[in-house]
T-cell receptor, first 114, second 115 residues
Framework: AQSVTQPDIHITVSEGASLELRCNYSYGATPYLFWYVQSPGQGLQLLLKYFSGDTLVQGIKGFEAEFKRSQSSFNLRKPSVHWSDAAEYFCAVGAGNAGNMLTFGGGTRLMVKP | EPEVTQTPSHQVTQMGQEVILRCVPISNHLYFYWYRQILGQKVEFLVSFYNNEISEKSEIFDDQFSVERPDGSNFTLKIRSTKLEDSAMYFC?????????????FGPGTRLTVL
């Protein structure tokens, strides 16, 4: 069965500092990986996705993530955090077939200090 | 930009009552899903639905739950007899068959509170 681990429950960074959120997955085949962001009281917004090809993927809002098969990781990064990035971030893994479920990690809550 | 919508945004009900949560998926999407998120916990898959049938469901999705696409646009989740532990945020999602991968678009959620 597939699973996702986000080791950091909370992270606090200063505005303008760089950010890395960790995600480790377990999946028997080629994983399809996603990062979603959830602002307070809001739904889940897709930041970026990896299906194949270049292991460094770019997303919205200046985020990027790197797929490392050898480490079973898909860490999310941003070079300079803005106060509006404060939210909860979820990593998810899915099978390649349409209709299959996504398995989410526990989430990382990001707080941004002024 | 097309989006998934859900109604109501917040539903309060008494234990034992039936509730129906409604979703309007993106119009050209073929697959529909329900997920839930208990407060402070991870998002969990409940069920996926395609061609008027359940295609996959989790252990959470027991006989108390049912899904339906009553017309060409709505997708509903019914909980027959709510329990306190059903209190959660329920997210609807939809996806379109595109190649061999599956990008799901989520709605804003319905917060269900069972008293």
């Amino acid at each position: 069965a597939q699973s996702v681990t986000q080791p950091d429950i909370h992270i606090t960074v200063s505005e303008g500092a760089s950010l890395e959120l960790r995600c480790n997955y377990s999946y028997g085949a080629t994983p399809y990986l996603f990062w979603y962001v959830q602002s307070p009281g809001q739904g889940l917004q897709l930041l970026l996705k990896y299906f194949s090809g270049d292991t460094l993927v770019q997303g919205i809002k200046g985020f990027e993530a790197e797929f490392k098969r050898s480490q079973s990781s898909f860490n999310l990064r941003k070079p300079s955090v803005h106060w509006s990035d404060a939210a909860e971030y979820f990593c998810a893994v899915g099978a390649g077939n349409a209709g299959n479920m996504l398995t989410f990690g526990g989430g990382t809550r990001l707080m941004v200090k002024p | 930009e097309p989006e998934v919508t859900q109604t109501p945004s917040h539903q309060v009900t008494q234990m034992g009552q039936e509730v129906i949560l409604r979703c309007v998926p993106i119009s050209n999407h073929l697959y529909f899903y329900w997920y839930r998120q208990i407060l402070g916990q991870k998002v969990e898959f409940l069920v996926s639905f395609y061609n008027n049938e359940i295609s996959e469901k989790s252990e959470i999705f027991d006989d108390q739950f049912s899904v339906e696409r009553p017309d060409g646009s709505n997708f509903t989740l019914k909980i027959r007899s709510t329990k306190l532990e059903d209190s959660a945020m329920y997210f609807c999602a939809s996806s379109v068959l595109r190649g061999n991968y599956n990008e799901q678009f989520f709605g804003p959620g319905t917060r269900l509170t069972v008293l």
